[in-house]
């Protein structure tokens, strides 16, 4: 939970019938939303639910191909300007009220799914996941490489000039495990850059190692 919205509860303001209301969006990865069932259930049963029983996100792209206004907002403004028919499972031209979109969270560590979080704050009108991954009429193979190409990710420039630095004072081995950590944390953009431009560093001690490895096999 948000630390605002436990604020918002331990002063006992009112968390219902507020303005305007939020609507919360859902978003996954191609063939990877949710699927909810009971352990009773037919498997085929299921499967036909979820092939009529289409997602707030896949519905969405679909809205795009069918209202020319929808191509003009973002997934966060949808809501704006159209409504979820639950029954129907589809967007529907808003008549009256209003509401604001909120994209559920992504943390990092969460590879290609938050850097497509990334991209809906961005994206207008997509009707596809390719359609997602276009910038300047260039299509990507990943959300990660899309995200990259508009400028939303850093060049890691200040994690290659902190490796370099620390290679004044700090062994290989502590440089490897620096690189390593960075890597687990999900912090690099483009990892084998940071890898080529500091290569040297952090492997100097190769050769090294591998005489010692030489001499004790004598």
């Not at 959300?143 to 290659?160: N, R």
Request: with cysteine.
């Amino acid at each position: 939970m948000f630390a605002c919205k436990v604020v918002w509860r331990i002063y006992s303001f009112y968390i219902h019938f507020s303005e305007p209301s939020v609507e919360r969006l859902n978003y996954h990865l191609e063939d990877e939303h949710s699927i909810v069932y009971e352990d009773h259930e037919n498997i085929e049963d299921v499967i036909k639910r979820l092939y009529n029983n289409t997602t707030k996100f896949l519905a969405w792209m679909k809205a795009n191909q069918k209202y020319s206004e929808a191509r003009k907002l973002t997934y966060n403004q949808f809501p704006l300007k159209f409504v979820w028919k639950a029954k129907y499972h589809e967007w529907a031209p808003r008549q009256l009220g209003r509401s604001i979109g909120r994209v559920y969270f992504a943390p990092f560590g969460s590879g290609e799914k938050l850097y497509l979080r990334t991209l809906l704050n961005y994206i207008k009108g997509p009707t596809s996941y390719d359609d997602i991954k276009i910038v300047d009429n260039v299509k990507y193979n990943s959300f990660k490489e899309a995200c990259f190409a508009m400028g939303l990710l850093d060049d890691d420039k200040e994690f290659i000039d902190a490796t370099i630095e620390a290679s004044l004072w700090g062994t290989c081995t502590y440089l490897r495990r620096l690189f390593a950590i960075l890597m687990i944390s999900d912090h690099l953009a483009r990892p084998e850059v940071v890898w080529n431009s500091t290569l040297t560093n952090l492997i100097d001690d190769i050769l090294h190692r591998q005489r010692q490895v030489t001499w004790c096999l004598r």
